[in-house]
T-cell receptor, first 116, second 115 residues
Framework: GDSVTQMEGPVTLSEEAFLTINCTYT??????LFWYVQYPGEGLQLLLK?????DKGSNKGFEATYRKETTSFHLEKGSVQVSDSAVYFC???????????????FGKGTRLSVIA | DTGVSQDPRHKITKRGQNVTFRCDPI?????LYWYRQTLGQGPEFLTY????????KSRLLSDRFSAERPKGSFSTLEIQRTEQGDSAMYLC?????????????FGPGTRLTVL
């Protein structure tokens, strides 16, 4: 079945450091890929998405490129801030037959802590 | 606020009791999903609806779990004879089937603690 593997945390960085959170996936067909973020005490929020190979999703300085050849969707940010401290989840949704898009399959999440 | 809302936000119950959670999706969204998230894990899919029809149930959804969306708007998730292993955050999400992207919007969750 479909699955998502992301690097385990926690990840601790100093402010303005470069961030990479690795995510690889296994899926049948051509999934859409997502990064969700969960800030302390809040619900999951969509951070960015990509729907086909070589698409780059971006938002709030974060970027991720859909790499079909390596089945990856790594999250990057050039300069993190304390306010980026959160848990980040990689997820996918695959098209399947006539039932349309499937529910999301999530990775386990990566906790990021940014210190001033 | 026009986001997804869930009620209650927290529920503490004793083992063996029944509990029911409610989810109100974004009003124009026709799809509604339930997920469960345990500590240190990502959300896991339980079931989803398109309008009032329940399209899919995960193997995680035991016979003690039942979900409804009677008028295609709000949904309820009931757990009968709760067990300690049911303690988790129950998340609801909704989406609109438009184009090729399944973009789901999540509610704040209901945290269940079974004593």
């Amino acid at each position: 079945g479909d699955s998502v593997t992301q690097m385990e945390g926690p990840v601790t960085l100093s402010e303005e450091a470069f961030l990479t959170i690795n995510c690889t996936y296994t899926a049948t067909g051509y999934p859409s890929l997502f990064w969700y973020v969960q800030y302390p005490g809040e619900g999951l929020q969509l951070l960015l998405k990509a729907t086909k190979a070589d698409d780059k999703g971006s938002n709030k300085g974060f970027e991720a490129t859909y790499r079909k050849e390596t089945t990856s969707f790594h999250l990057e940010k050039g300069s993190v801030q304390v306010s980026d401290s959160a848990v980040y989840f990689c997820a996918l949704s695959s098209r399947r037959g006539d039932s349309g898009n499937t529910p999301l399959v999530f990775g386990k999440g990566t906790r990021l802590s940014v210190i001033a | 606020d026009t986001g997804v809302s869930q009620d209650p936000r927290h529920k503490i119950t004793k083992r063996g009791q029944n509990v029911t959670f409610r989810c109100d999706p974004i009003s124009e969204h026709n799809r509604l999903y339930w997920y469960r998230q345990t500590l240190g894990q990502g959300p896991e899919f339980l079931t989803y609806f398109q309008n009032e029809a329940q399209l899919e149930k995960s193997r995680l959804l035991s016979d003690r779990f039942s979900a409804e969306r009677p008028k295609g708007s709000f949904s309820t998730l009931e757990i009968q004879r709760t067990e300690q292993g049911d303690s988790a955050m129950y998340l609801c999400a909704s989406s609109q089937t438009r184009g090729n992207v399944n973009e789901q919007f999540f509610g704040p969750g209901t945290r269940l603690t079974v004593l």
